[in-house]
């Protein structure tokens, strides 16, 4: 098993997660991330895609993509296609052609030691290799959404980044933005985000559809607010029915509000901030630690 591998499985063990749940996480085969484990490159997609699942899957694991993304190979290991034997005659007429060659060879390799030993020393000092630099780290920009009617699910890239009203920390460039309700047609728009943005969409119904009533968001001075002080995996059920209301990997800076009562399980407990009806509670754990814990009963 190769570093890159080695390192991508004792963060996932760590964290107490299966190769299934990651994968349903992350919205990926399973077999990607096997092959990402298993260091099986000739099995993954073109290293651009390839790379982009890589650092999705650090970030899940609170791993820092920046070093793992340098021991990806830049292309895929090209096989070496079959050679035919040579038949006896060709061999033989190349066997004449190699000794040709090696005693001119020999020749030239005494002719140029002949001059070494009789020229004066201007050896230049061995160059000592440079330092490999580290790639700068990805500019973050704040994102805020907020939705009418509220509660609608927002994605950026696929990825889901959890209910308006929102913010969230996450990378500056060309992304993607979709938006989805129930009962309302779904939204989508390419986002170039350079500097922190405010945006509010007004969903319109779908056609023979009724939307469905404006659902209540509670406020931070009642129910359960989540705060992400960093990225991680988090689940909420609702703890009278056990219907899941959340499963996803949430970047940092997100807000997550859900009236009680309910049961959390984080994968990063470090960075997840809980307050219980304006009580702060403080962090659900230590960095790296899964936790599960019920609020409200």
Not at 120 to 129: G, H, I, N, R
Not at 134 to 163: E, H, N, W
Request: glycine share 10%; hydrophobic share 40%; proline share 10%.
């Amino acid at each position: 098993m190769c570093e890159l591998g080695k390192r991508l499985k004792e963060a996932r063990e760590a964290k107490g997660l299966e190769l299934a749940q990651v994968a349903e996480a992350l919205k990926v085969r399973r077999a990607v991330l096997e092959a990402l484990e298993e260091c099986r490159f000739d099995e993954l997609p073109e290293p651009p895609l390839a790379r982009g699942y890589l650092r999705r899957y650090a970030q899940l694991l609170g791993l820092d993509p920046a070093p793992l993304l340098m021991l990806y190979p830049s292309s895929k290991p090209q096989t070496s296609e079959p050679t035919t034997a040579p038949n006896s005659t060709t061999a033989l007429s190349l066997g004449w052609l190699w000794a040709v060659l090696l005693a001119l060879l020999l020749g030239l390799l005494g002719w140029w030691g002949y001059r070494a030993l009789n020229r004066p020393s201007t050896a230049a000092p061995t160059p000592t290799p440079s330092t490999p630099i580290a790639p700068p780290p990805p500019k973050l920009v704040s994102l805020r959404i907020a939705t009418q009617p509220s509660g609608a699910r927002v994605y950026l890239d696929g990825f889901l980044l959890g209910q308006a009203p929102l913010e969230a920390r996450v990378e500056a460039g060309e992304r993607t933005l979709r938006i989805e309700a129930p009962g309302y047609q779904k939204y989508e728009q390419a986002l170039t985000l350079q500097t922190d943005r405010n945006l509010s969409f007004a969903l319109t119904p779908a056609p023979g559809t009724t939307p469905p009533a404006n659902p209540t968001v509670p406020t931070p001075s009642a129910g359960l607010v989540l705060r992400l002080e960093g990225i991680s995996w988090v689940r909420v059920t609702d703890a009278r029915t056990g219907r899941l209301l959340y499963e996803g990997t949430v970047p940092g800076g997100t807000q997550l509000n859900y009236p009680l009562p309910v049961v959390v399980r984080v994968g990063n407990a470090g960075v997840v901030r809980a307050i219980v009806n304006g009580q702060d509670r403080g962090r659900m754990g230590n960095m790296g630690q899964v936790v599960t814990q019920r609020f409200g009963e």
